[in-house]
């Protein structure tokens, strides 16, 4: 079992910056692959990034390189995506997950935070 608890949600002004955290429980976290998933009022939700604990697969939205960057932290069951240059398009709620294997698919996705709230506005 896999618990996800998630924080950093937020109003930020368009250009502005947030950093989201997701802290895991579970003794299996470092062998999994994290992600990021988001989504907007009326919308589907959508892969935003995802990365193996070993770093060797890693992959971003492409709407968000150059923005967003994923980061985990294993030794304290965390991962964090560190937002930058925000738009009002990245307004949505945003889901961190954890998969066995390295996916940018919904369905691969077996534990899933609470979604944290990302408004995007000035």
């Known amino acids: 079992q896999v618990r996800l608890v998630e924080s950093g949600g937020g109003l930020v002004q368009p250009g502005g910056s947030l950093r989201l955290s997701c802290v895991a429980s579970?003794?299996?976290?470092?062998?999994?692959?994290m992600g990021w998933f988001r989504q907007a009022p009326g919308k589907e939700r959508e892969f935003v990034a995802a990365?193996?604990?070993?770093?060797?697969?890693?992959d971003y939205l492409e709407s968000v390189k150059g923005r967003f960057t994923i980061v985990r932290d294993d030794a304290e069951n965390t991962v964090f995506l560190s937002m930058n240059s925000l738009e009002p398009d990245d307004t949505a709620v945003y889901y961190c997950?954890?998969?066995?294997?390295?996916?940018?698919?919904?369905?691969?996705?077996?534990?899933w935070g609470q979604g944290s709230q990302v408004t995007v506005s000035s």
């Open positions: 997950a954890s998969a066995n294997y390295f996916s940018t698919q919904e369905r691969d996705y077996d534990y």
């Open positions: 990365k193996t604990s070993s770093g060797d697969r890693l």
């Open positions: 579970g003794r299996t976290f470092s062998r999994r692959t």
